[in-house]
Nanobody
Framework: QVQLVESGGGLVQAGGSLRLSCVAS????????MGWYRQAPGNEREFLAS???????NYVDSVKGRFTISRDNAKKMVYLQMNSLKPEDTAVYYC?????????WGQGTQVTVSS
């Protein structure tokens, strides 16, 4: 069974950095697209960034210049480097992958940014 497992969340002060990691375990195939979403309390889940297996990246405007997505295709991992964090970045962050045309989701990792 294919699973996405996130790690790297936590508590950080405003202006700080965190690096999230996600691994697609249980599959011999490489996801075509991997990305990150987040959901704050009372809000809908929002897209943050994605990257194809070829390295093409896409970002939502609100995180451009602060967040950087990267992938290690051999390890089936995707990362999100988050810099200059703000209290409004507080949310549960979810890894997403497209594998065989089907979307997969991780269980989420909490990121809390204190002011």
């Amino acid at each position: 069974q294919v699973q996405l497992v996130e790690s790297g969340g936590g508590l950080v002060q405003a202006g700080g950095s965190l690096r999230l990691s996600c691994v697609a375990s249980g599959s011999i195939f490489r996801p075509s697209v991997m990305g990150w979403y987040r959901q704050a309390p009372g809000n809908e889940r929002e897209f943050l960034a994605s990257m194809t297996s070829g390295g093409s990246a896409n970002y939502v405007d609100s995180v451009k210049g602060r967040f950087t997505i990267s992938r290690d295709n051999a390890k089936k991992m995707v990362y999100l480097q988050m810099n200059s964090l703000k209290p409004e970045d507080t949310a549960v962050y979810y890894c997403n992958a497209l594998l065989g045309g089907l979307p997969l989701w991780g269980q989420g990792t909490q990121v809390t940014v204190s002011s």
